[in-house]
Antibody, heavy 121, light 107 residues
Framework: DVQLLESGGGLVQPGGSLRLSCEAS????????MSWVRQTPGKGLEWVSSILDDGRFNYGADSVKGRFAISRDNSKNTLYLQMSSLRAEDTAVYYCAKRAVIGLADYFDSWGQGTLVTVSS | DIQMTQSPSSLSASVGDRVTITCRASQGIHNYLVWYQQKPGKVPNLLIY???TLRSGVPSRFSGSGSGPEFTLTIASLQPEDVATYYC?????????FGQGTKVEIK
């Protein structure tokens, strides 16, 4: 079974930084693009960033460009999201999500349990 | 960015009722649309991809139809375990965007 286990969330002050990790198991991690998706009660689900299977190409939402960086270590089956210059509006549950197909279609068949990031002073 | 608009935002129906949720894209997306179900306190679960293809293991009472810009998710006979919020999402181009969700409750 596919398992995605996020960690690294917590309370951080505005302007601060945080690194999320997602440890994957149950599938060939290096074959699939991976993404981060966040959820807030007010804004619902919002795609944050994706990275292709080999890590050579990634892309992100305009709302996080220049502040968040997605990366992966295929030798450790782990996805990362380095978040900096955090704002109150970044407060959300952050999900690690596996792309459903090998290819370009950005939709997700497996989600982690989520990690809560709270940006507040 | 392509905007996805769902309607209604919530609905209440009786067990056995036919339920339909609509999702409209702000521009053409062919059939590059999925539906997720998110039960209370759980993570989203993929139900349908390519607008109308049922994911393996999903009950056959769920179906999807349509092609850009309007799509529907239908629950043929609502069951108590279908209480959830349903989201559409396009994957036509980056960024993939979600509808705001439709909360389905039992009357």
């Amino acid at each position: 079974d596919v398992q995605l286990l996020e960690s690294g969330g917590g309370l951080v002050q505005p302007g601060g930084s945080l690194r999320l990790s997602c440890e994957a198991s149950g599938f060939t991690f290096s074959n699939y693009a991976m993404s981060w998706v966040r959820q807030t009660p007010g804004k619902g689900l919002e795609w944050v960033s994706s990275i292709l299977d080999d890590g050579r190409f990634n892309y992100g939402a305009d709302s996080v460009k220049g502040r968040f960086a997605i990366s992966r270590d295929n030798s450790k089956n782990t996805l990362y999201l380095q978040m900096s210059s955090l704002r109150a509006e970044d407060t959300a549950v952050y999900y690690c999500a596996k792309r459903a197909v090998i290819g370009l279609a950005d939709y997700f068949d497996s989600w982690g349990q989520g990690t809560l990031v709270t940006v507040s002073s | 960015d392509i905007q996805m608009t769902q309607s209604p935002s919530s609905l209440s129906a009786s067990v056995g009722d036919r339920v339909t949720i609509t999702c409209r894209a702000s521009q053409g997306i062919h059939n590059y649309l999925v539906w997720y179900q998110q039960k209370p306190g759980k993570v989203p679960n993929l139900l349908i991809y390519a607008a109308s293809t049922l994911r393996s293991g999903v009950p056959s009472r769920f179906s999807g139809s349509g092609s850009g810009p309007e799509f529907t998710l239908t629950i043929a006979s609502l069951q108590p375990e279908d209480v959830a919020t349903y989201y559409c999402q396009h994957y036509h181009s980056a960024p993939p965007t979600f509808g705001q969700g439709t909360k389905v409750e039992i009357k």
